[in-house]
């Protein structure tokens, strides 16, 4: 893939406002449009434009992390059952979020201190590693647990 | 003991014991024999002990109306006596078995632990299914004891046909249950209740009654192995021989006679059932009788003695006689995993499984020839064993319905004394064929030990007579009185027992000059029985689906073409067989909507371009300007999380395809994209087709009226105490949370698969 200054340069330039996007998806997800599931695809966008620009050998030198994506989307996983299941723990149903209705949320600025937000949160990883794992497996980048 | 832990015991420890042995077996796999033995023993001990027969009920899915409710009625306790106790002896005699078959199957002796615990598994099936008071609860078992069964049958999974037989019976015996299912859901519908005791309370005559019991009557029979569905039991013989002495003497067989008698209230107010029961009943023994003389391996006569024997059970159940049947389920699971294990030793000592090969080895295995002797006695019903009030409860039954029965019921038995001869006479009399070598003694004890308690029982029947009058009281919901003595008079039962006896020795006698009769049966019924029935059925299905795969799998075209039509003739079913047609209405087009009109034409127009533009380029950026077109309508019809979404979707589309597309070669050899003109017309017939049917259901859909808006408003005011200003948000991690879950999990699991795939194709 041939790659030019400009694209290069441009993909450089976009990946924080993305990035930055994305996690504005998740806080806000609960107040206005957007989600984890938004955000997911957001950042997956992100990482898929670097790829088109810069070619996989110099992604995974640009962001050696990338090859432990799978780890997010398990990792995503059992966020999710843990928020799902650990409410049954207490005696309460499945995916109980808390604080319950009636009850206070505190809020740290704009995000709600709320266990829905795990789950969206847990949903954002999944999605976000599920994409960037599939570009690395499809695309030529090492990805952790593909070898052997 | 707390009652709720007396009426679990039984079960508890044979899961526990399961486990133990999965567990441990795999560390040592020497520990799995005496465990399971252990586990087998407990299990035999708490089912003695259990004296309770309330009902231990816990909710399970209460909306439903859906309750673990397990009991141990008397019917309950007769078949936990059979599985713990014949599954005690089965695994002892399996610990000196089990090397040896490895040893001739060229496995390891880590392949051990597999088998105990699946015998175990199968104990805690049988038993669960025993004490279930609730329909679902016992199709859950039932099932279980059908998918244990096919690993057993199966167990020596390299060698084809007992691949094969595992996979006849797996398909019987659940294809079978698929009609249970559709009993249970019947009944729930009908009553309003899941649980049995009710069922059986409730059940009022009629058509729906009746055709539940049939239903219920066709799964349980195809279990116990009764024609036209027998098939499946001879070939199972595939199996390790202590497999068969389990399965198909105690416990597989006789889980299908249980589901009969649990439910026999119900059965009996269906009309013409119990007479139906009669007629398979009778096919039965008749099959099983004609056909046991025909063969020559040694499990295969008794696999059709058992055939013929459970028909004995289903016409005794025919004729009301639920006691008598009772007494007749008991006493031949004895006999018969006697006999089966008889083979499974005399195999191993001899290596051969053809009575041909095989006589006089009564002075070389004089233990075993005395065990399997008196079980033979048993089956051939001979007074002072337990078989003789096996045949005489038959009889009195058949003596009191009176008219042809009493005759077809002597030459079943008549049959049955034949065959027994043949079996054990072939085996023991005669002249020495094969010498055989010394096996280990937990091969020969379980034999005698078995038919010692033939013996037992045929002194001292009141043991028996005991166990079935509970059971058959549990079974009607009345108490009933089962009666067991030698009566010396010249009434019914007697006369009938002499006359059997005569015509059996009668045809003993003259083996020579008949015996080609059962085999030329045999054979015409190779070319047209039912078992080539299914086989044929299995065949077309699997070369259908074979053809339609190489098909599909053959160009990209045709791949897609097959999921269009075969899209198209599922709406089109759904159509036709739900016809909208009435409903369907020409909306107005509101004229202050027409941006969004505006949109929708732009896809369109886009759609046009893509469906006729020849350039890679081109086609991907009118397939993205669809995408974006249908993401603004949704902005326009007040939906900004879809609208969103579809936005990042297409995104991520259009950047894939436009890195596919760089990645192919840039001049590609034009001759490979040319299609014929077949190809090209039958690409344009799918395509009209499918879109054809897109259309209609989009229609109908949108002719529908609007929604009840009471459940989104109701959403909407939940959202603020949901802690939620978004409702989209809200109802995707909140009010359908669990959903999400699902399809979160889906994602993750897609995930490990193409890492799994990935990984493979390294390593090729």
Redesign the interface.
């Known amino acids: 893939m041939s790659s030019t200054l400009l694209t290069t340069s441009v993909s450089r330039l976009i990946l924080a406002p993305t990035m930055l996007t994305a996690v504005a998806f998740v806080v806000k997800g609960y107040a206005s449009a957007g989600d984890g599931f938004s955000a997911g695809v957001v950042a997956g966008t992100a990482v898929v434009v670097q790829f088109m620009a810069v070619g996989p050998r110099e992604l995974a030198n640009r962001f050696p992390l990338l090859r432990y994506a799978p780890w997010l989307t398990f990792g995503g996983l059992l966020l999710g059952l843990l928020t799902a299941f650990v409410p049954v723990a207490l005696g309460d149903p499945v995916l109980t979020h808390y604080p319950r209705p009636e009850e206070h949320v505190p809020h740290l600025g704009l995000l709600a201190m709320h266990t829905a937000i795990l789950f969206d949160i847990a949903v954002f990883l999944i999605v976000f590693g599920f994409i960037v794992s599939l570009l690395g497996l499809i695309g030529g980048i090492g990805v952790e647990g593909e070898t052997q | 003991m707390p009652e709720p832990l007396q009426v679990l015991l039984p079960l508890l420890v044979s899961v526990a014991g399961t486990g133990l042995v999965a567990g441990a077996g795999a560390l040592r796999p020497q520990l799995a024999a005496p465990i399971a033995v252990g586990t087998a023993t407990l299990a035999f001990i708490t089912t003695l002990l259990s004296e309770t027969t309330s009902a231990v009920t816990y909710n399970w899915a209460p909306t439903w109306g859906l309750q673990l409710s397990l009991a141990t009625d008397g019917l309950a306790r007769l078949y936990m006596l059979l599985a713990s106790g014949i599954g005690l002896l089965v695994l002892a005699y399996s610990s000196g078995y089990l090397p040896l078959h490895l040893q001739h199957t060229g496995s390891g002796p880590e392949r051990g632990p597999r088998f105990f615990a699946l015998i175990l598994l199968f104990m805690t099936a049988m038993m669960g299914l025993v004490m279930s008071q609730d329909i679902i609860l016992l199709i859950l078992f039932w099932d279980l004891t059908a998918i244990t069964s096919y690993f057993l049958i199966g167990y020596d999974h390299q060698r084809r046909d007992s691949r094969r037989a595992a996979l006849t019976a797996l398909l019987i015996t659940v294809a079978s249950a698929v009609f249970l299912i559709a009993a249970g859901a019947m009944v729930m519908h009908q009553l309003g209740t899941a649980s049995i005791p009710e069922i059986l309370e409730f059940a009022e005559p009629g058509t729906t009654t009746t055709v539940i019991g049939v239903m219920i009557a066709i799964a349980a029979l195809a279990k116990s192995a009764q024609a036209p569905l027998h098939f499946w039991l001879p070939r199972a013989m595939a199996a390790p021989t202590p497999v068969s002495a389990y399965l198909h003497s105690a416990a597989m067989v006789a889980a299908g006679v249980f589901l009969l008698a649990r439910v026999y209230p119900l059965l009996e107010l269906g009309t013409g059932l119990m007479d139906g029961l009669l007629v398979i009943g009778f096919l039965s023994m008749a099959v099983g009788g004609v056909m046991a003389l025909a063969q020559h391996e040694l499990k295969r006569i008794l696999a059709y003695s058992t055939i013929g024997q459970y028909g004995y059970v289903v016409v005794l159940l025919g004729l009301g006689n639920v006691a008598a049947a009772e007494v007749y389920v008991l006493i031949h699971a004895l006999i018969k995993s006697a006999l089966f294990l008889t083979a499974g030793s005399v195999t191993e000592a001899t290596g051969e499984t053809r009575l041909e090969r095989l006589g006089g080895l009564w002075n070389r295995m004089p233990w075993i020839a005395a065990g399997s002797g008196l079980a033979a006695a048993g089956l051939a019903a001979l007074p002072l064993t337990g078989g003789f009030f096996k045949d005489e409860v038959f009889f009195a039954g058949a003596a009191e319905r009176g008219g042809v029965i009493p005759l077809l019921a002597v030459a079943g038995a008549a049959l049955t004394f034949a065959y027994s001869w043949r079996f054990w006479g072939g085996i023991f009399v005669g002249r020495v064929v094969t010498e055989p070598r010394r096996i280990p003694l937990v091969m020969i004890a379980p034999i005698v030990f078995l038919g010692a308690l033939v013996l037992f029982l045929g002194i001292f029947p009141g043991v028996a007579a005991e166990i079935a009058e509970e059971a058959g009281s549990a079974s009607v919901r009345a108490p009933l009185v089962m009666h067991l003595a030698y009566h010396f008079n010249l009434e019914a039962p007697n006369v009938m027992a002499m006359a059997t006896w005569a015509a059996g020795l009668l045809l003993v006698a003259t083996s020579s000059r008949w015996a080609f009769i059962p085999r030329r049966i045999a054979r015409a019924s190779r070319h047209v029985g039912p078992d080539r029935f299914g086989a044929w059925v299995i065949g077309a299905l699997n070369g259908l689906s074979r053809r339609l795969h190489a098909y599909e799998v053959q160009t990209l075209q045709q791949r897609v073409g097959t999921i269009f039509v075969a899209a198209a003739i599922l709406v089109g079913v759904t159509i036709l067989f739900a016809p909208p047609w009435p409903s369907y209405r020409v909306g107005r087009f509101p004229v202050d909507e027409w941006p969004l009109a505006l949109f929708l034409a732009l896809a369109a127009l886009a759609g046009m371009v893509a469906t006729f533009t020849s350039g890679r380029l081109s086609l991907v950026l009118a397939l993205s300007a669809v995408g974006y077109s249908i993401s603004a309508v949704f902005v326009f019809i007040g939906a900004?999380?879809v609208a969103?979404?579809a936005v990042?979707?297409e995104?991520?589309m259009t950047?894939?395809l436009?890195?596919v597309i760089?990645?192919l070669p840039r001049d590609v050899d034009q001759s490979q994209l040319t299609e014929s003109i077949q190809q090209r017309r039958r690409g344009r017939v799918i395509g009209v087709l499918a879109a054809g049917f897109a259309f209609a259901i989009a229609w109908g859909v949108l002719s529908r009226p609007a929604p009840d808006p009471t459940m989104s408003r109701q959403l909407i005011t939940l959202a603020p105490?949901?802690?939620?200003?978004?409702i989209?948000?809200?109802i995707?991690?909140?009010f359908r949370?669990?959903d999400?879950?699902g399809e979160?999990?889906v994602?993750?699991i897609?995930?490990l698969g193409?890492?799994t795939l990935?990984?493979a194709r390294?390593r090729v």
Do not use: E, Y
């Not at chain 2, 105490?721 to 978004?726: E, G, I, L, R, V």
């Open positions: 900004p999380d969103l979404v990042l979707i995104t991520m950047l894939l436009l890195g760089s990645l105490s949901a802690h939620a200003s978004d989209v948000t809200a995707l991690a909140d949370g669990l999400t879950m979160i999990t994602i993750a897609a995930l193409t890492l990935f990984a390294r």
